[in-house]
């Protein structure tokens, strides 16, 4: 495919392939450039990306990982037939530089100076993971017989300690094995739960429209159920019963005075003193019909008088218009037509 692209290299006259090999080799360079400077020293110039969250050591600055470096690579060792690499490059952020290296035996990288790693690794051990089996127990298991034999029984311990478990995680992988009733059930349990909170919703926003408010509302719980049970923001009887009630009371309520009436003014009470002497005067006497006449009314009163007795009549009249052109204050025991009943009665027993 190189021939197809248009690479625009620059051959010299004096270039001979068969010479120089390259054009590299005619300007004698590498092909890396400025990254194989230190070349002959065993040193490469690689883009290094941190492992690792890290310390500085020169500026104590936190170096994140991922941050991308310039480094020097150059071998420093094996680990058997593994090659054990070293990295040295220089803290953006200070002068001070910074070497890490490969660690095969652990598959991981270590710090040599410089730095200092930020701790965030577990045991494999105590975590109960899957270790790599070292080179010297290889070793051993494949020379060692007594070793291999004692090895394979703790394999047979913990593979019967770990029996219960596994039946275990069978068993709860059963119970998910039919796929479709599960999530069959998981999507009717979802839609109901939705339906339920799309009808609180919807009633709280009514709460909120009828009560003019922008609060968000929470949810309620017995405490505040029974909080609510306890205040009252509206009367418990309507205005209908009320007046139903107000009415009956006034019904109830007794004609004559009481120990609480307030005082009238002094027409009305000499009527009252008038009444009861007409009364007394009236129990006192010997006709028995007439202690059980009581109070006389007006118009029964005007019907009875005779016509031959005209001082009566006249004493009536001018009574009645006394009554019409006097004032009498009304109060809560006491009408104006009761007074009047009252001065008649008490004019009859004076005649008498």
């Known amino acids: 495919m190189g021939e197809r692209k248009g690479v625009n290299k620059y051959y010299p006259p004096d270039f001979d392939p068969a010479k120089h090999g390259s054009i590299n080799g005619y300007q004698k360079s590498h092909p890396l450039r400025e990254r194989a400077r230190k070349l002959s020293q065993g040193i490469l110039i690689i883009r290094f990306e941190m492992p690792y969250n890290i310390w500085c050591d020169g500026c104590k600055n936190h ?18 037939t593994t090659p054990i690499y070293r990295f040295r490059m220089k803290c953006h952020l200070c002068d001070n530089h910074i070497e890490i290296q490969t660690d095969p035996a652990s598959c ?15 045991d494999m051990k105590d975590n109960e993971q899957i270790l790599t089996t070292e080179h010297e127990e290889k070793k051993k298991l494949e020379t060692d017989a007594m ?34 009733t599960l999530n069959s059930m998981l999507r009717r349990k979802f839609r109901e739960e939705k ?30 159920r029974r909080l609510a049970t306890l205040l ?43 009444m009861d002497l007409g009364r007394k005067a009236t129990l006192s006497g010997t006709d028995g019909t007439a202690s ?29 218009s006394g009554l019409q052109n006097s004032t009498i204050p009304e109060g809560p025991g006491i009408s104006t037509a009761l007074v009047a009943d009252y001065m008649y009665s008490s004019s009859d027993s004076e005649a008498a």
């Not at 020097?72 to 060792?77: D, H, I, R, S, Y």
């Not at 209908?240 to 007794?254: C, D, G, T, V």
């Not at 029964?300 to 001082?311: F, G, I, Y």
Request: aromatic fraction near 8%; include cysteine.
């Open 63 to 80: 170096i994140g990982m991922g941050v991308r470096y310039n480094a020097e690579k150059k071998k420093v060792g094996n680990y058997y």
């Open 108 to 122: 991981d990288y270590v710090i040599v100076s410089g730095a200092q790693r930020k701790e965030e690794r577990w």
């Open 147 to 180: 070793y291999r034999l004692e090895h394979g029984s703790e394999d047979q311990q913990k593979l019967q300690r770990a029996i219960p478990t596994l039946s275990n995680i069978q068993e709860a992988q059963n119970a998910w094995k039919d796929d479709f």
């Open 195 to 224: 339906k339920t909170l799309k009808e609180e919703e919807e009633r709280d926003q009514a709460l909120l429209r009828k009560a003019s408010l922008s609060i968000p509302l929470v949810k309620e719980c017995e405490e505040d």
């Open 232 to 274: 009252k923001y509206r009367s418990l009887d309507s205005y209908e019963n009320k007046q139903k009630l107000k009415r009956s009371e006034i019904a109830s309520r007794s004609w004559f005075l009481s120990s609480h009436t307030p005082v009238m003014n002094s027409k009305v009470s000499e009527a009252i003193k008038k």
């Open 292 to 320: 059980h006449m009581g109070i006389v009314r007006r118009k029964s009163r005007a019907a009875s008088v005779p016509d031959s007795d005209s001082s009566n009549v006249s004493r009536g009249e001018s009574m009645d």
